[in-house]
């Protein structure tokens, strides 16, 4: 009998079914994903912007260490892709993530904010944070960017089968608290950088739509 936590089965597809079509994809991957690390990256360090800062809540804990989460969960979302098995699909994906993207990057410039983050604790455990908010500045806080990845691809592979949201919901979960207890982001940019990846998929779906039917 099958248990209800298995991988889906559509999960072996992009190992054993198409091996070229997988390594073109892996390199799509990282190329598309160094483009938008180094945009990000850059505009991350752009000079003469007046930032608003804005609060973390009380209520959220100051865990830097929890900064190896943070970052396998911006890894791991964008790989998943592999397991769409759909061209048209992992194209609409790809679409959507480069929308999403510039939908953020619009709001950040526009409306720019910084986090005021306390004093990173001493210790081995938090050398890795240490080292990121050096090429990472406390910027373009809202909305969320991070998030962007986690939801669209939950979005993509639950179309695909149901059954991903048994690894995916948990996944998006554990990358929002990662986030907001590593002081990137506040619950409310968490929220609204959802609603950002969530518009981007509805304007692919329903631009798909039209152009199907002309």
């Not at 929308?99 to 604790?121: D, G, H, I, S």
């Not at 979005?155 to 991903?164: I, M, S």
């Not at 929002?176 to 609603?195: C, E, F, K, M, N």
Request: charged share 10%.
């Amino acid at each position: 009998m099958r248990l209800i936590w298995s991988l889906p089965e559509d999960m072996n597809g992009f190992t054993v079914k198409n091996v070229k079509q997988t390594l073109l994809r892996i390199i799509f991957l990282i190329a598309s994903g160094t483009v938008l690390l180094g945009a990000y990256l850059y505009i991350n360090q752009l000079g003469g912007i007046s930032h608003t800062p804005v609060s973390m809540p009380a209520w959220v804990p100051f865990l830097p260490s929890l900064v190896w989460i943070y970052l396998g969960a911006l890894v791991v979302p964008w790989f998943l892709l592999l397991a769409i098995d759909d061209p048209v699909r992992f194209r609409h994906c790809a679409v959507v993530h480069a929308l999403a993207f510039v939908m953020l990057v619009t709001v950040w410039l526009l409306f720019p904010t910084k986090m005021l983050r306390p004093e990173v604790p001493q210790g081995w455990c938090n050398e890795l944070y240490r080292y990121l908010v050096l090429i990472d500045k406390p910027v373009n806080i809202m909305p969320c960017g991070h998030i962007l990845s986690p939801v669209i691809v939950t979005w993509f592979l639950a179309e695909q089968n149901r059954r991903w949201l048994l690894w995916l919901l948990p996944l998006v979960a554990i990358s929002a608290v990662s986030i907001v207890t590593t002081w990137q982001h506040r619950p409310v940019d968490i929220l609204l950088g959802a609603v950002v990846a969530f518009i981007a998929i509805s304007i692919v779906k329903v631009t798909a739509k039209k152009q199907k039917n002309v």
